[in-house]
Nanobody, 118 residues
Framework: QVQLVESGGGLVQAGDSLRLSCAAS????????LGWFRRTPGKDREYVAS????????GYGDSVKGRFTISGDSAKNTVTLQMNSLKPDDTAIYYC???????????WGQGTQVTVSS
């Protein structure tokens, strides 16, 4: 099982930026993906972004395209989510997740709260 630890959440104002980080530890794999999801009470879990190695292949959810940027270091098993132009609708608990490719996301972090005030 892969352990994931998120950091960097907090309270910001609309229009501000915030950076989330996730560190993964445990078994290593040649092909895998680290992703970010978010959840708000009363809503389904939402895909935010992901990065796959090898190749640094990135993907984004429609609601964050152009505002969020995912990056990572496969040697260090870390991933960062740079969030710009934050909106109140971005308020959620953000979770880091691991997927061994091909496959589904199987391991999840504890989550970090992001709150954007208007």
């Amino acid at each position: 099982q892969v352990q994931l630890v998120e950091s960097g959440g907090g309270l910001v104002q609309a229009g501000d930026s915030l950076r989330l980080s996730c560190a993964a530890s445990g078994p290593t794999f040649n092909t895998y993906t680290l992703g970010w999801f978010r959840r708000t009470p009363g809503k389904d879990r939402e895909y935010v972004a992901s990065i796959r190695w090898p190749g640094d292949i990135t993907g984004y959810g429609d609601s964050v395209k152009g505002r969020f940027t995912i990056s990572g270091d496969s040697a260090k098993n870390t991933v960062t989510l740079q969030m710009n132009s934050l909106k109140p609708d971005d308020t959620a608990i953000y979770y880091c997740a691991f997927r061994r490719d091909p496959g589904v996301f199987t391991d999840w972090g504890q989550g970090t709260q992001v709150t954007v005030s208007s």
